[in-house]
């Protein structure tokens, strides 16, 4: 049975964001920011995330190693900067040593007794926005699959990669579907790669979220975007449908037109392959 | 029974613990004060300094064994006091806004084992004995319900409003007695002593009668280590206190 492998030091997983920054993800959504500044902050909470569930009281343990892929114009690159944009994939113990920087932002907390508080919070930054020029997804997808691949190879025995891919536009370097499926083939003996993908929408339009059938899609784009994405795995479906969402046998890791409360559970989600074993 | 036999109960129970591996820190505490009034907790590992939290808990308990809200958020306090959440880097102080969380379980022995009081939050055992019988346990009865996640204390009090649904005095509370036992013991116990307690009890060896023989700290770490080995208990901090 696949997706079953415990998430250990010794077996860690791998998740992948390759992230579309197009000059199209600077339209502004209803939210008053652009889609990418959106984008951003939410792969910044997502690893803050992360690494905070891998932190014990003898440091960060390297339950996963991450990677950001980004692309746009003609370029695919490590989404990372500084230390880190050498490479794709890293432990997380390495991407907590090495932010862009530390912002101070203000929250609003529960003070104990009844209350709310503002509290100043330290935010780590690893990514920031940016938007321009085309959409090279196919090329993306290729980088992909070369960097898990390799992954894999390294680590045969883990729970396979899961690639979060996150889009607001159709692909100007061909069309990505094959190099999508090939991806998907790659696999560790506990299961092939999950691909899953996310459209963003500046508001407007209908979202679908983790359909089951290409007939519950309207055009041929979206219908391919469906066909790139992985079915989710029956522990994630439980987790969506524990959100809210309608799943049934079969939903795809696949939303189009979502919304930023989509995009945040979209991050959630993915990121959630199954518990560690050694907490 | 005779008051002989209740009051030889007054004495301080055993007390052992292992960590869940040599090199590590154990996040379980316990403390026994004369008064008859026992405390246990299991601090989780995945939280910020679970341990200091724990201690806070057992200490705060043999104190006042009175738990209520009003208690809860003296003992953040407490926790709170420990550091500068200003000057803490970016992810400790993340870690400790999201909270430690941990277990308690607190016993109070009143009128030489008359009336025995047993409060529980999470997923640490009481076990009320006759001999090598098993009479109650609390807060969990079967090996099957440790495989839940268990609801523990936090530092951070938006996770502790399962506690406002509760009747503390009453939702998690077991009144137990030693009156008509014959051979009346109460042992306290971390999970994974829990579940293997529990997964045993239908053997043909009762599981009373093996822990019943572990006397000194070298023998419960070597019974540990052995049940381990076995696969018959889980790899985790482990504590027992018994009072045979």
Redesign the interface.
């Known amino acids: 049975m696949s997706y079953q492998a415990e998430i250990s030091r010794e077996n860690p997983t791998c998740i992948l964001f390759v992230i579309d920054q197009s000059g199209s993800m600077d339209e502004i959504t209803e939210a008053g920011r652009s889609k990418a500044a959106f984008v951003a902050d939410v792969l910044n909470k997502t690893l803050y995330t992360l690494i905070t569930s891998c932190s014990k009281s003898d440091g960060v343990r390297n339950y996963f190693d991450v990677g950001v892929i980004a692309y746009a114009g003609s370029q695919v690159t490590s989404g990372f900067g500084g230390t880190l944009a050498g490479d794709i994939v890293h432990p997380i113990q390495a991407i907590s040593e090495n932010t862009l920087r530390v912002e101070e932002r203000k929250k609003k907390v529960d003070d104990g007794a009844g209350g709310i508080i503002e509290l100043t919070t330290k935010f780590p930054v690893w990514f920031d926005p940016k938007s321009e020029g085309g959409t090279p997804m196919r090329a993306a997808l290729g980088r992909t699959i070369e960097t898990i691949g390799s992954w894999c190879e390294q680590h045969p025995g883990s729970y396979p990669p899961t690639i979060l891919h996150v889009t607001d536009g159709q692909s100007t370097d061909g069309t990505p579907e094959e190099t999508a499926d090939g991806l998907r083939q790659i696999s560790t003996k506990d299961g092939q790669a999950l691909l899953f993908n996310l459209h963003v929408n500046t508001g407007a339009g209908l979202e679908i979220v983790f359909p089951t059938a290409e007939s519950d899609l309207n055009d041929e784009y979206s219908r391919m975007l469906f066909r790139m994405s992985s079915p989710l795995p029956a522990h994630l479906a439980k987790f969506a449908g524990d959100k809210g969402y309608s799943i049934t046998d079969g939903s795809r890791g696949f939303i189009f037109n979502g919304d930023p409360q989509c995009v945040v559970d979209f991050f959630e989600i993915g990121t959630r392959p199954r518990l560690v074993a050694d907490r | 029974m005779s008051t002989t036999e209740l009051r030889s109960k007054s004495r301080l129970p055993l007390a052992f613990s292992v960590p869940k591996r040599e090199d590590?820190?154990n996040?379980d505490s316990f403390h026994r004060s004369a008064k008859g009034i026992y405390a246990l907790s299991d601090g989780?590992?995945?939280s910020?300094?679970?341990?200091s939290w724990a201690r806070i808990l057992v200490r705060r308990y043999t104190r006042n064994p009175e738990f209520t809200h009003e208690w809860l958020?003296a003992a953040?306090a407490e926790f709170r006091k420990l550091y500068d959440r200003?000057s803490l880097?970016?992810?400790?102080?993340?870690?400790f806004?999201?909270g430690s969380f941990a277990s308690l379980l607190g016993v109070r022995i009143a009128d030489a084992g008359r009336a025995i009081q047993v409060l529980a939050v999470g997923d640490s055992l009481a076990v009320l004995c006759d001999g090598d019988r098993i009479k109650a346990t609390f807060p969990i009865s079967t090996a099957a319900e440790f495989t839940r996640s268990p609801r523990l204390i936090c530092t951070?009090?938006?996770h502790n409003a399962f506690l406002d649904q509760m009747d503390l005095a009453y939702d998690l509370v077991a009144d137990w007695t030693f009156r008509g036992l014959q051979q009346p013991a109460l042992l306290c116990m971390t999970d994974a002593l829990g579940h293997w307690l529990l997964s045993q009890r239908d053997r043909d060896s009762s599981p009373i009668s093996i822990l019943r023989k572990v006397r000194t700290p070298g023998a419960f770490a070597r019974f540990v280590q052995e049940e381990r080995a076995a696969g018959r208990m889980k790899r985790d901090d482990t504590t027992l206190i018994a009072l045979w």
Do not use: C, G, L
């Open positions: 590590q820190h996040e989780a590992s995945v910020f300094d679970s341990a958020s953040i200003d880097p970016w992810m400790q102080q993340a870690s806004d999201k951070n009090p938006t």
